[in-house]
């Protein structure tokens, strides 16, 4: 079903896309993430997306999701704002499900939605994809973009999407008009401009629960920071997500040889984040 030339992203491509702060530099100008994600029932998604932010350099994390979460996430990131206000960019839906989702809830999603700030969409976030028109990159593992799709009239299956990884992502950019970023040993990264990047994992150890909210969070902080880009240059989200990718791998790869090869936690993945984008801003 592919009909381009994919690329693989590497560190010099990724660190690109990095810079640390200058002199002038405060926490507003870094990049303010607005977050709501987890639920009762995934609260630990919020937590992992929120440590992943700060991590990656974010200037300030505004966590407004679900009150029965937020003291879970500002007890473990203190220094997580929990009350609105400014952002430039969203991370919304991670450890959420969209069948079981409050009237309050469904208003804030659109609310964050209508703000017109880059959107990264995960989880019980990907129902939304449409609804707005900022610069957009969804998150789905194989399932998940299967049942999107199915959702859509695009008529596949889990083993179709995982025997074709490239051209059901070029499809769903298609036909959905925003980034993807399909999860996988290899992730494929794409948009409707004919955009095409794989990210090969660093280590498989990142096939375990909680590892798909930190990318979340990668992605998020990465697009908060570039915000002004991300409104002029419409590829742009294709290549912060693929960067975010990389780093996630890299952290995941770092994380494991702390362990002599060993796993990781989604927890280490976060964790590893400062000196792998460390070593990427001295490339």
């Avoid at 991590?55 to 203190?78: E, K, S």
């Avoid at 194989?142 to 490239?166: G, I």
């Avoid at 590893?272 to 990427?280: K, N, S, Y």
């Amino acid at each position: 079903m592919g009909t381009g030339t994919w690329r693989e992203w590497t560190a010099e491509d990724a660190s690109e896309w990095l810079s640390a702060p200058g002199a002038d530099d405060d926490k507003y100008r870094r990049g303010v993430l607005g977050v709501i994600t987890g639920s009762p029932d995934y609260p630990g998604a919020a937590v992992l997306g929120v440590e992943a932010a700060h991590r990656t350099g974010v200037g300030m994390v505004r966590f407004t999701g679900p009150r029965a979460v937020r003291q879970a996430v500002i007890t473990a990131r203190p220094e997580t704002v929990g009350v609105a206000g400014r952002v430039q960019a969203w991370l919304l839906g991670s450890g959420m499900d969209s069948s079981h989702r409050s009237f309050l809830l469904a208003g804030e999603l659109q609310h964050a939605l209508a703000s017109g700030e880059p959107t990264v969409l995960d989880a019980g976030g990907l129902d939304l994809v449409g609804s707005h028109t900022a610069p957009t990159v969804i998150t789905p593992h194989s399932r998940e973009l299967a049942n999107l799709l199915n959702e859509r009239d695009v008529l596949t299956s889990v083993e179709e999407v995982d025997a074709d990884p490239p051209g059901w992502a070029e499809r769903a950019a298609q036909h959905l008009q925003v980034a993807v970023l399909l999860k996988g040993s290899v992730t494929h990264v794409c948009d409707p401009a004919g955009t095409r990047l794989t990210v090969t994992a660093a280590t498989h150890w990142l096939a375990s629960a909680g590892t798909g909210d930190v990318l979340g969070g990668i992605v998020g902080a990465l697009a908060a920071t570039h915000h002004d880009r991300l409104m002029t240059d419409a590829t742009a989200i294709t290549r912060l997500a693929a960067t975010a990718a990389y780093i996630h791998g890299q952290a995941a790869r770092r994380a494991s040889a702390a362990w002599d090869g060993g796993p990781v936690t989604a927890l280490d993945v976060a964790q590893a984040i400062p000196p792998v984008i460390g070593g990427l801003l001295r490339r």
